[in-house]
C-alpha cells in the first residue's frame, strides 16, 4: 500500500511560478511511475507530466517548456514556471505500484491562475 500526499498549491498572477511537491509513504519502494494530472471545472482529468524510475519524462503538449517533473525517493515534485489562467485546476499526484500495477491518488491540490 502507498499513501501520497500533495502540497505547494495556491494563487498565483499570470507569468507567475509555484512548485508542487508530492510525498509517498508506504510501499515506497515499489513505486515506478509517479504522475501529475490536473481536473479543472467541468473537465475531465488529464495527464499533466509522469517521470518513471529511470527518470524518463513525458509532458502534455500544453506545459511543456513551462513545467519540470523531478522525483528522488518517495517524492515527485511539478515545478510550474509561465503560469497561464489554463493552468488553474486541482492538481493530483499518483503513483504506481510496479508489482500490482495500481495507482495510488493523493487528496489533490488546487492551483488558481488569474489572468
Known amino acids: 500500500q502507498v499513501q501520497v500526499v500533495e502540497s505547494g498549491g495556491g494563487f498565483v498572477q499570470a507569468g507567475g511560478s509555484l512548485r508542487l511537491s508530492c510525498t509517498a509513504s508506504g510501499s515506497i519502494r515499489s513505486i515506478s511511475l509517479m504522475a501529475w494530472y490536473r481536473q479543472a471545472p467541468g473537465k475531465q482529468r488529464e495527464l499533466v507530466a509522469s517521470i518513471t524510475r529511470g527518470r524518463i519524462t513525458n509532458y502534455a503538449d500544453s506545459v511543456k517548456g513551462r513545467f519540470t517533473i523531478s522525483r528522488d525517493t518517495g517524492k515527485v515534485d511539478l515545478q510550474m514556471n509561465s503560469l497561464k489562467s489554463e493552468d488553474t485546476a486541482v492538481y493530483y499526484c499518483?503513483?504506481?505500484?510496479?508489482?500490482?500495477?495500481?495507482?495510488?491518488w493523493g487528496q489533490g491540490t488546487q492551483v488558481t491562475v488569474s489572468s
Open positions: 499518483n503513483a504506481v505500484d510496479y508489482y500490482t500495477g495500481v495507482g495510488y
